[in-house]
């Protein structure tokens, strides 16, 4: 008796270790979801990241973290190969890619992309969850939500001024961050719509008082920022470099977006 109980004894840790689960293999093919990926998983667990992270304009996450990953393309044929044991994507995924990983009884979580700060949270915590480690989910979490305090005050009138002048408005993220950095997106008073191209002559006839701009950030210049009759707006008119990065994805990123449009805001007050 005694002799099989210090037996049991001595293999305990071997059978715990056994029944411990095995932590699940993932595939990414969203670069908006690779961000939070690489923050809450094990660098062992990420079979692959989208290739879309391995491009500096597109991607959330430096270059120099995402090469240590595969890439995909996203395509059902690269992601079955990878054999995953959960695939992560945004809300559209290929109908063959759905099928493929349906028939190898592979789960895929869809994420949509975040309106708020509110639902971003929710998708780390949730994908922290899946991945096996939701401590580091809360962690991200706390930090996203702390850098995301609203700012007090009066709220200055400002846009997001995106490639071809796109303009994101009321019901999207970039919309939720302006107002927590102590803006008014002027957006709705140009009558746009959630995501639409703000016409250069509304621009110039009710000027807000910052825009910040994706092409600042490129060193280049859209039309906008190009235009006479636009510069002769200034000072009242400030621009401010947006990069790209930082307009299409919530997660870690919006601790950078906050950042960025918070520093420009003493400035553009003080043009009184």
Do not use: K
């Amino acid at each position: 008796m005694r002799r099989g109980a210090i037996l049991l004894l001595a293999a305990a840790p071997a059978l715990l270790s056994a029944a411990a689960p095995r932590a699940p293999r993932i595939v990414s093919i969203n670069p908006c979801l690779d961000a939070v990926l690489v923050r809450v998983a094990d660098p062992a667990q990420i079979a692959s990241i989208s290739a879309y992270s391995q491009y500096a304009r597109a991607s959330s996450i430096p270059r120099a973290v995402a090469r240590r990953f595969n890439a995909n393309a996203g395509t059902a044929e690269e992601v079955v190969a990878l054999r995953p044991d959960l695939v992560v994507a945004g809300g559209h995924v290929a109908p063959a890619t759905v099928a493929a990983l349906a028939r190898l009884r592979v789960p895929l979580a869809q994420y949509a992309v975040p309106a708020t700060v509110e639902e971003s949270v929710a998708q780390v915590r949730d994908l922290a969850l899946r991945v096996g480690h939701p401590a580091r989910g809360v962690a991200l979490a706390a930090r996203i939500t702390a850098a995301a305090s609203p700012v007090r005050g009066a709220r200055l009138p400002a846009i997001i001024f995106g490639p071809g002048g796109l303009v994101p408005g009321a019901g999207t993220l970039p919309d939720d961050l302006l107002a927590r950095a102590g803006y008014r997106n002027m957006s709705a008073a140009y009558g746009l719509a959630r995501w639409d191209v703000l016409p250069l002559e509304h621009l110039v006839a009710a000027p807000p008082r910052i825009v910040f701009s994706v092409a600042a950030a490129e060193g280049g210049g859209d039309r906008a920022e190009r235009h006479p009759a636009l510069r002769r707006l200034a000072p009242g008119l400030r621009i401010a470099a947006f990069p790209a990065r930082l307009l299409n994805c919530g997660g870690p990123t919006i601790v950078e977006a906050m950042r960025t449009l918070r520093a420009a805001r003493p400035a553009a007050g003080a043009r009184g």
